[in-house]
């Protein structure tokens, strides 16, 4: 029984390294092999994840590389969440071909404010084996100017401009900002002052992280691997999913916000979601996968399954519970939400665009193209003029698209 057990232990180990190493991951450098024996090892590394606060959201592209950070921390690996409040001010160049705006200090204060808790979602920063939280201003600020002279010696022209989206600049003859071109260098060197063993990003972020890989041999002599993790990309247009694009979750979406924007999710990708996004088992949504491609299940049903899994792994099994409930209530049986936000008018009469505003919409040009798309309804009735004004009464109900109510209540 004690040799069926230690079996069984040992076997449940290497299955956890085993996902560690292929869910989610693109690439590994040196190679997988070679993690892949460190972690059999026993060995633990110092592993971090850096994020700048460009916005005060989180969203399920950065997920996708906490879920692999959580991975490592499970397994009892030391674990950094670095917050790059100093290179957020320059701007991360990657997968853009126009030049990302500078953020001022306040602006980037103000975004990281909420990081934690919503990282806490997924990582833990208590127990035994706590995530650190750091920011890389802490040395930045500190850092004299022979100092990064220095540093910036280490590599050459030819090496930097290299990097693909900088070559895409060229040919197409956009401007390569400075700043960004010294970038990578600065994101590099992060791994040097955090003095780690290994680094996860975005395969988008390869570069970057080859640099600190190349600066961590060079000034500490010490290897550092390297996790290039898949990005969240939708499989019908073959773009990453983000605010510009579109179809973007944040991990303080509300759980309601949250379970609906994934059943609206395109069919073909809620697979994606389901293997970079949750923790459901791979051979189970395998399995779904399978059934909606034989027509033995509908899209739908399986998509309500992982719209579960996310919003219980954000928030937690009752909130998911509620929402999936919530939402048959509203896009099945056509009923309005068990409940909704309410906002107080203190007049009698009041313009369409005003009202929407009011109601939480973010200007009234969006509130007029809303209308005219005849997404805004008022007490089920399409609202189908911009310019009337609403006679307001009390507990009169708004609907904006789909998923976004609100009650009217009136002062008069």
């Not at 900002?177 to 990003?201: C, N």
């Not at 999936?324 to 936000?341: T, V």
């Amino acid at each position: 029984m004690v040799k069926q057990n230690s079996f069984k232990r040992e076997n449940s180990f290497k299955e956890k390294i085993k996902e560690v190493l292929e869910r989610a991951i693109e690439k590994i450098y040196p190679s997988k092999e070679a993690l892949e024996k460190v972690l059999l090892s026993g060995r633990k590394l110092t592993i971090y994840l850096g994020v700048d606060p460009t916005s005060p959201h989180l969203h399920l592209g950065h997920a996708v590389n906490l879920l692999v950070l959580k991975r490592f921390q499970k397994l009892g690996h030391k674990v950094i969440f670095l917050v790059g409040d100093f290179t957020a001010r320059i701007g991360d160049p990657s997968g853009r071909l126009a030049g990302r705006k500078p953020l001022t200090e306040e602006e980037v204060k103000k975004n990281f404010k909420t990081f934690k808790s919503q990282v806490s979602r997924i990582i833990s920063f208590s127990g035994t084996n706590p995530a650190k939280i750091k920011f890389n201003s802490s040395w930045y600020k500190k850092m004299a100017l022979p100092e990064f002279i220095k540093l910036a010696q280490i590599f050459t022209l030819q090496q930097m401009i290299e990097r693909d989206m900088f070559q895409k600049r060229l040919k197409t003859g956009r401007s390569i900002g400075l700043g960004e071109f010294l970038y990578p260098l600065l994101q590099g060197y992060d791994s040097a002052a955090l003095d780690v063993e290994a680094e996860i990003g975005g395969v988008d972020q390869t570069f970057n992280m080859l640099v600190g890989r190349t600066l961590l041999k060079i000034l500490k002599n010490k290897e550092k691997f390297v996790l290039a993790v898949k990005l969240l990309v939708n499989p019908r247009t073959g773009r990453k999913i983000s605010k510009s694009e579109g179809g973007l979750i944040n991990l303080d979406d509300s759980p309601k916000e949250m379970f609906g924007k994934v059943m609206a999710f395109d069919d073909e990708g809620m697979f994606v979601l389901a293997e970079l996004c949750t923790e459901m088992d791979i051979k189970r949504f395998g399995s779904f996968k399978k059934q909606v491609a034989q027509n033995k299940i509908n899209p739908r049903d399986a998509k309500t399954e992982i719209a579960f899994e996310i919003v219980k792994l954000y928030w937690n099994k009752k909130e998911a519970q509620k929402a999936r409930k919530e939402f048959f209530r509203i896009f099945s049986q056509k009923k309005m939400p068990e409940e909704m936000p309410a906002i107080k008018i203190a007049k009698k009469a009041i313009n369409i665009l005003d009202l929407l505003t009011l109601s939480g919409v973010k200007s009234k040009s969006e509130a007029r193209r809303l209308i005219f798309q005849d997404a805004v309804k008022i007490n089920k009735e399409v609202v189908k003029d911009w310019r009337i004004k609403i006679k307001i009464i009390n507990g009169m109900i708004i609907q904006v698209g789909k998923r976004k109510f609100v009650k009217i209540t009136s002062k008069v």
